[in-house]
C-alpha cells in the first residue's frame, strides 16, 4: 500500500470513530473493562506518543504525560491534528525510532496508525451498536500481514515471555490463513511462529473469509462465525490465543 492510500485510511477511520463515540459512557464489547471514554483517551494517547516519538527522536521514556485537563474529545481531536500534520511535514523513509526493529523509519508509524485507527473504529462501532462499516480489502489484507508477521511472529521470537506456555506447546503445527487471493502459512513452532508462503499439504487447519472478516477475526472483533474453520481445532485454539497475548 501507498503511503496516501494510508493516510487516507486514517482520515475516514478517524472520521467513522469519532463519529461512533456518541455515549462516552457505554461499553466496549471488544474491549472488556473500556468504556467508549477510555477508548478514545487510549487512542489520543497513541497518536500523541508517536508525535513524540517524531518529534523527539526517540521514543518517550516516561508515558503517559501528565493530565492536561482536556476532556477525551478534545485530547483526541488535537492528537489527531498534531499526528497528521508530523506526517505531512517528514517522509515515509526518514529514521524514526519503531518497536520493530526491521523498520525505523516514519513508514512504519504512517501504516500502523492506519492499522491502528480502523481497529479501534470498529471498537467505537461495536460499543455504539452501529453496522461495522466495511474495511477496504487492501486495508484488511495489509492489517493481516501486519498482524500475523510484525505482531505475532516477530513478537514470539524477541519476547517469547509475553507468551507463557502458548510457546511450550508440543508438536510443530501449521494454520493456513487465506483472505481473498492471499494466503499466509503460520507455522506454531515450539518456542515460536513464523510466517511463510503458502506450501500445498503442510496446514493442519485453515482460516478463511474476506479479508474484511478475517482481519477482525485475527483482532478478536469477530468471533469463528464470521470466517470459515476447517481442521485441527485445537491447533487454530492455539493460534487465537497467541493473537490474544500478542495483542493486548
Known amino acids: 500500500m501507498t503511503r496516501d492510500v494510508f493516510l487516507r485510511s486514517l482520515e475516514a477511520d478517524f472520521a467513522d470513530l469519532r463519529a461512533a463515540a456518541v455515549d462516552l459512557s457505554a461499553p466496549v464489547p471488544s474491549c472488556p473493562g473500556w468504556t467508549v471514554d477510555a477508548l478514545v483517551d487510549h487512542v489520543a494517547h497513541v497518536y500523541l506518543h508517536k508525535v513524540e516519538t517524531m518529534r523527539l527522536g526517540k521514543l518517550p521514556e516516561a508515558w503517559p504525560p501528565e493530565p492536561t485537563g482536556e476532556k477525551s474529545l478534545a485530547l483526541l481531536d488535537r492528537a489527531h491534528a498534531e499526528l497528521v500534520a508530523e506526517f505531512a511535514e517528514r517522509p515515509d523513509d526518514q529514521p524514526c525510532p519503531t518497536w520493530y526493529e526491521p523498520d525505523q523509519t516514519v513508514g512504519f508509524w504512517v501504516r500502523r496508525m492506519a492499522q491502528e485507527t480502523v481497529i479501534h473504529r470498529v471498537d467505537a462501532e461495536l460499543a455504539a451498536g452501529f ?39 508440543d508438536g510443530n503445527k501449521s494454520v493456513l490463513v487465506s483472505a481473498g487471493g492471499a494466503r499466509w502459512l503460520v507455522r506454531l513452532h515450539h518456542g515460536s511462529v513464523d510466517i511463510a508462503p503458502d506450501t500445498a499439504g503442510q496446514a493442519v487447519a485453515q482460516v478463511s473469509g474476506a479479508p474484511h472478516d478475517v482481519l477482525l477475526w485475527l483482532w478478536r472483533r469477530l468471533g469463528d462465525n464470521a470466517v470459515r474453520v476447517d481442521g485441527d481445532a485445537a491447533a487454530v485454539a492455539r493460534l487465537r490465543a497467541l493473537l490474544e497475548a500478542a495483542t493486548q
Request: hydrophobic share 45%; net charge negative; no cysteine.
Open 131 to 169: 453496522p461495522i462499516s466495511p474495511i477496504p480489502a487492501e486495508l484488511a489484507d495489509d492489517g493481516i500481514a501486519e498482524v500475523l508477521e510484525v505482531f505475532l511472529s516477530y513478537a514470539t521470537r524477541n519476547w517469547p515471555e509475553d507468551f507463557g506456555d502458548l510457546l511450550r506447546a
